[in-house]
């Protein structure tokens, strides 16, 4: 099992910056790629970004390329996203996730947080 915890969600006006963390516990953090996803009320959950276990090959959604970063840091468990440029239409509750590989973290990864609520005021 793997838990993840989000966290650095918030309100932020439109043009501003929020960086979200996710935790890791349970397993080899370097295990596993990493991935944040995001569901906006009465839409589908999608997905945001993912990197690999080394920290290379980011892939983002073409709506935030660009403005969004996907990072992480092995030696404390921890992944990150800088969201820079932030819009109304970035608002949403935002998941991270893991899985062992990039293919299956970028679809339907097995292990997902609790979400972290994010809001762009315009």
């Known amino acids: 099992q793997v838990q993840l915890v989000e966290s650095g969600g918030g309100l932020v006006q439109a043009g501003g910056s929020l960086r979200l963390s996710c935790a890791a516990s349970?397993?080899?953090?370097?295990?596993?790629?990493m991935g944040w996803f995001r569901q906006a009320p009465g839409k589908e959950r999608e997905f945001v970004a993912a990197?690999?276990?080394?920290?290379?090959?980011?892939h983002y959604a073409d709506s935030v390329k660009g403005r969004f970063t996907i990072s992480r840091d092995n030696a404390k468990n921890a992944a990150y996203l800088q969201m820079n440029s932030l819009k109304p239409e970035d608002t949403a509750v935002y998941y991270c996730?893991?899985?062992?590989?990039?293919?299956?973290?970028?679809?339907?990864?097995?292990?997902w947080g609790q979400g972290t609520q994010v809001t762009v005021s315009s």
């Open positions: 996730a893991a899985d062992r590989t990039m293919s299956v973290v970028t679809m339907s990864p097995r292990y």
């Open positions: 349970g397993r080899t953090f370097s295990d596993y790629a």
């Open positions: 990197i690999s276990w080394s920290g290379g090959n980011p």
